[in-house]
């Protein structure tokens, strides 16, 4: 009975994050087919491309849970990994989710420099969707003309990808209870009503089917989240 | 001209909501948030509002309440829009708050939204 309650958890939150794409890809067509108010060839174009974007984001969280829901099912060491470049998985993700960011006067900066040292343990599709939960994350929290930035370093055996913004962050209380609960459950976020937590939730889950995991650092302003993978030196030569 | 506060924390909704009063003749002030709602209405009172339930630090339910303790502010018609309402939210229960419609986003075009603002205004002139 408990699994089946935390199926419906699952099954509402998930409902209610792709409420909001959804419900403006309706209003935005309803509002370019309908003669109700003039718009601009701009206005068109702008409503256009926000229609695209959300569709776009609406796959990506169907994706997500999709994976997710299938590991339900997979051992992790059924699970194919592999050495991974981190850095090129993150600009393929940035490459893919700048026209959102730039639809909403955001940049995002990708802060390192030398590719040697990035490689991690992982999944190709798992880790791009992990990493794609995050940036777009920091994309819909972060205030409007900021900036999202990434940046990684070596912990250890780990490797670890920092994503920031700077929107309006946690209070203490919830940075708490986002901290002990991240990537273990759906929970709502009350300084982003919007967000159902199931972006983080996905995130965690694919990450621990990687031996990794994700979690936040405290800001003063902002958000930080972060995910860490085992670093890999099978191909380190190779780079 | 009529002022409408849009209270809407999604950006690119509350854009849309902007536009279309704006083109329909609506002077339009919009907040992201209960407490800058409640700093806007203190600065220029609204003759309508429109807001979300769901909203960051202070939501849609607290802002009623905020609005219902202040005299002055008991008259201003409210329109509140989700796209999460809750199955036992009713109208009978929210009138008092100055709820004139609940609006369903998932189910609403621009267009019944629009006709929702009109009506709500033409029925406070009338009053």
């Known amino acids: ?239 | 001209m009529t002022r409408i506060l849009l209270v809407e924390d999604d950006r690119w909704l509350g854009e849309t909501y902007q536009l279309l009063f704006t083109k329909a003749g609506f002077q339009v002030d919009w907040c992201v948030d209960g407490y800058l709602a409640m700093e806007a209405i203190d600065q220029q009172r609204p003759d309508i509002i429109v807001l979300d339930l769901i909203l960051p630090w202070a939501n849609g339910l607290q802002l009623l309440q905020e609005l219902m303790s202040h005299y002055d502010l008991q008259s201003i018609p409210v329109l509140l829009c989700s796209n999460a309402l809750p199955a036992d939210i009713s109208i009978k229960e929210l009138v008092p708050y100055g709820v004139v419609e609940i609006i369903d986003k998932t189910a609403t075009t621009p267009r019944q939204l629009l006709r929702a603002v009109r009506g709500a205004v033409h029925a406070k002139l009338s009053y």
């Open chain 1, 1 to 239: 009975m408990a699994e089946l309650f935390d199926k419906f958890d699952g099954f509402v939150a998930a409902s209610h994050e792709l409420k909001t794409p959804l419900t403006l890809i309706a209003q935005l067509s309803a509002l370019l087919q309908d003669d109700l108010v003039d718009l601009t060839p701009t206005e068109q174009a702008q409503a256009l491309e926000r229609i695209h974007l959300s569709a776009q984001r609406t796959l990506r969280l169907v994706q997500g849970l999709t994976s997710s829901y299938r590991l339900m099912d997979i051992d992790q060491l059924e699970l194919s990994l592999e050495p991974l470049n981190l850095a090129q998985t993150c600009e393929d993700v940035v490459q893919e989710l700048w026209p959102l960011a730039k639809a909403q006067s955001q940049t995002i900066e990708l802060q390192w420099g030398s590719r040697q040292q990035q490689l991690v343990v992982g999944h190709r599709d798992l880790l791009r969707s992990v990493v794609s939960n995050l940036v777009d994350n920091a994309i819909r929290h972060n205030s409007s003309g900021a900036s999202v930035r990434l940046h990684m370093r070596r912990q250890g055996a780990m490797m670890r990808l920092c994503v920031k913004d700077d929107g309006p962050g946690f209070s203490r209380q919830e940075f708490r209870t986002i901290h002990a609960r991240l990537g273990k459950e759906v929970q709502p976020f009350r300084a982003h009503p919007t967000s159902s937590g199931l972006g983080l939730f996905i995130a965690g889950q694919l990450a621990t089917a990687m031996g990794g995991r994700i979690g936040m650092g405290s800001l003063v302003k902002g958000a930080d989240f972060h995910l860490e993978l085992r670093h890999s030196t099978q191909l380190s030569f190779l780079t």
